[in-house]
Nanobody
Framework: VQLQASGGGLVQPGESVRLSCTFT?????IAWYRQAPGKEREWVSC????????HYANAVKGRFAISGDNTENTVYLQMNNLYAEDTAVYYC???????????????????WGRGTQVTVSS
């Protein structure tokens, strides 16, 4: 397993949770996707591992923040002010090669970790 996501759980609306994605090889970029029941997998955010360039989906912009610790080969997704609609299984994915700003195209990502469940409910 080259990527592993962790940190999910059950939280109430308005609360926060931080997800972690640890990886065991070099990647150009790490992305977070999510998939809610009955819905397609949706891109959330990504970050280049060198340069730390970030990109967010409109649905989470201003509430979520992606960051990284290259010494620990870990990328975080800080999720604040959570809504019920954020409930999903969250996956991290790694792009082995790329250039410029990372993006939402699922085909850019070569390796996927197992998901972690985030449930937002009162």
């Amino acid at each position: 397993v080259q990527l592993q996501a962790s940190g999910g759980g059950l939280v109430q609306p308005g609360e926060s949770v931080r997800l972690s994605c640890t990886f065991t090889r070099n990647y150009y970029a790490i992305a977070w996707y999510r998939q809610a029941p009955g819905k397609e997998r949706e891109w959330v955010s990504c970050r280049t591992t060198r340069g730390g360039r970030e990109h967010y989906a409109n649905a989470v912009k201003g509430r979520f923040a992606i960051s990284g610790d290259n010494t620990e080969n870990t990328v975080y997704l800080q999720m604040n002010n959570l809504y019920a609609e954020d409930t999903a299984v969250y996956y991290c994915a790694g792009a082995r090669e790329g250039w410029g700003l990372c993006g939402a195209y699922i085909g850019d990502y070569d390796d996927w970790g197992r998901g972690t469940q985030v449930t937002v409910s009162s």
